[in-house]
């Protein structure tokens, strides 16, 4: 498996690469992200990696192929925290999305997004992946199930051509890449929430995906949290927060789910504010699960830049969780941590 080929789009600081790698395996041979913080991320960690920058202009027959096409396509169409203009939004880049994967006809795409999505857009995209013959499987899994000091409830989907079988990368899925694999492995889910997890889609039968999308919003009613990566407001609790005990935060009613991420992460809190009194990067870096210096360390990104990046982007140890348990369900006796 370690030949496996990883195409990856709106890459960001590559949150949902690294759990494909550490899940599948393989290497990534190619990213695609125009935004100006996001492609210096990427040049810093990948150098020798070409970004084909905005999908909407590539030439997909032009693009090296690969076995696994993974992306964590904007979610702002989507998510209760914007308009919810969905596929009016300009930001929709999915049909484009669609358009490579039928070019490119990868063995498996694995795409992340807001859990709101279920509920807006998601019937267009189970439609548009039967329309090009691909099969899909997906559920919901937020941060905190793993252990995150936040909740950020999040979408997962793997999709496969119809004419083979989700099996064949799902029985050695174990395999995934030492360096990441080692580091996420702690990650595994609390529990999956019964009241996002899917059922598999059928490429060959448009309808019913359409009907597969619509069964789920039941049971997602509820306003999900603001899409950022700082799960802590302003005000009273912020005020909590600015306190100190034996030269440590007063995290208050939040001293817990730290303490948990710390003994997850395997690394202290970072200070909370820096020395402005602002929210500080380093903070949201390690709510997220990334290593320190991850995105605060990249040459020349600026304190916003940094914490767009961040807000942008999804828990590897999360995502890790929700491929691990969706790739054990095409395996009929597969299990969560079975050796290959």
């Known amino acids: 498996m370690s030949g496996l080929r990883i195409g990856s789009v709106c890459s960001g600081y590559r949150g949902l690469d690294l759990a494909v790698e550490a899940v599948f395996g393989g290497s990534t041979v190619w990213v695609a992200d125009n935004d100006p913080g996001a492609s210096r991320i990427l040049a810093h960690h990948l150098p020798q990696v070409p970004n084909l920058g905005d999908i909407t202009t590539v030439d997909w027959h032009q693009a090296e192929p690969v076995d696994i096409y993974c992306g964590g396509y904007p979610c702002q169409p989507f998510s209760t925290a914007g308009h919810r203009k969905g596929t009016q939004d300009a930001r929709h880049i999915w049909p484009h999305i669609a358009h490579s994967l039928r070019v490119l006809r990868p063995r498996l795409a694995v795409f992340e997004n807001v859990a709101g999505h279920l509920s807006l857009g998601f019937d267009t995209v189970l439609g548009d992946l039967a329309r090009i013959g691909f099969d899909a499987d997906w559920c919901t899994l937020r941060a905190s199930d793993v252990g995150a000091a936040h909740q950020r409830n999040r979408l997962f989907l793997l999709a496969w051509p119809a004419d083979t079988s989700g099996q064949g990368l799902a029985r050695r899925w174990t395999a995934g890449t030492a360096s990441h694999r080692d580091r996420l492995a702690a990650a595994d889910p609390v ?150």
């Open 191 to 340: 529990g999956l929430r019964g009241d996002g997890v899917g059922t598999r889609g059928s490429g060959r039968d448009e309808p019913a995906a359409r009907r597969l999308a619509a069964s789920h919003t039941a049971g997602v009613g509820e306003r999900e949290p603001a899409d950022q990566a700082d799960p802590f407001p302003t005000g009273r609790e912020a005020r909590i927060v600015s306190g100190c005990r034996g030269g440590r935060p007063d995290w208050g009613p939040y001293t817990e789910a730290i303490e948990r991420w710390e003994a997850v992460a395997d690394r202290p809190v970072p200070w909370p504010v820096d020395d402005l009194g602002r929210l500080n990067p380093p903070l949201v870096e390690w709510l997220m699960g990334l290593p320190a210096g991850w995105v605060t360390d990249v040459p020349g990104l600026s304190r916003t830049a940094q914490l767009k990046a961040l807000g942008n982007g999804v828990v590897p140890q999360q995502a890790a969780a929700a491929l691990r348990h969706l790739a054990a369900r095409q395996e009929p006796d597969a299990r969560l941590g079975r050796a290959a």
